[in-house]
């Protein structure tokens, strides 16, 4: 079996170490300041190994997107132990350990619409509005798909500014964010039961992640 830079030996384990290295090289440095052949020195093969597993660099940052994320956010939407409401608002949970959104990052540098990598990041993110739109509706809120785009373009500023400022945004994101889905989902909506004293559902969430 032939050898890989480092003499470690190629074989199945090969195309994970290339995501693997891609994951660590296009977050601390870019995507475009990422060359193949210091990733295949990471990855520990050849490059003749890493174009046996993605014909071209377009593919494999395509596929370093899709490995991020690739339910959608299933530990938020598709949670039972929260109430719609509460589904909402944890999406703005986001740790500071978090990787800030590799699809705008991507989409920034690459500048090109029809890059591969560029059409994933657009189709993640339609979906992101989409399963906001749909737990809105769940909550009972009287314009669900404004909702939706509205704490879908909340959490894309968040992610910015974050990323821009290196400081945290996302529990100021939070608070917007209830004020928002207070006022879109009235307070005698069927999907938001009342308590004894007559207040609506369950109390928030904490949010912000920490």
Same mark, same amino acid.
């Given at each position: 079996?032939? =050898? ?11 195309? @994970? ?7 660590? #090289?296009?977050?601390?440095? $870019? ?24 014909? *071209? =660099? ?23 132990? #929260?109430?719609?409401? @509460?589904? #909402?608002?944890?999406?703005? @949970? ?12 991507? /989409? ?8 591969? &990598? *560029? ?5 993640? =993110?339609?979906? !992101?509005? &989409?399963?906001?739109? %749909? ?9 669900? @798909?404004?909702? $939706?785009?509205?704490? /879908? #373009?909340? !959490?894309? $500023?968040? *992610? ?6 290196? *400081? %945290?945004?996302?529990?100021? &994101?939070?608070? !917007? ?20 004293? $007559?207040?609506?559902?369950? /109390? ?7």
């Amino acid at each position: 079996m032939e =050898k890989g830079p480092l003499g470690r030996r190629r074989g199945r384990g090969a195309r @994970e170490r290339i995501l693997s290295a891609s994951q660590q #090289l296009f977050r601390d440095q $870019g995507i475009n300041r990422t060359g193949m052949d210091q990733l295949c020195a990471v990855a520990q093969v050849s490059k003749r190994t890493a174009y046996q597993h993605f014909t *071209s =660099k377009d593919e494999l940052v395509a596929e370093y997107l899709r490995r991020f994320d690739p339910d959608v956010m299933p530990g938020v939407f598709d949670r039972t132990d #929260l109430t719609p409401r @509460e589904r #909402l608002l944890a999406a703005f @949970e986001i740790p500071a350990s978090t990787p800030l959104c590799p699809y705008l990052a991507a /989409a920034v540098e690459l500048h090109d619409p029809q890059h591969p &990598a *560029s059409q994933y990041a657009r189709d993640y =993110k339609t979906t !992101i509005a &989409a399963r906001l739109t %749909e737990t809105a509706r769940e909550a009972g809120a009287t314009n669900p @798909e404004q909702l $939706g785009e509205q704490l /879908a #373009l909340l !959490i894309d $500023g968040a *992610s910015a500014r974050t990323r821009v400022l290196n *400081s %945290e945004s996302f529990p100021t &994101a939070a608070a !917007i964010a209830a004020v928002l889905i207070d006022n879109a989902i009235p307070a005698s909506s069927p999907r938001q039961p009342s308590d004894d004293r $007559g207040t609506t559902g369950s /109390a928030p969430v904490p949010v912000g992640g920490q």
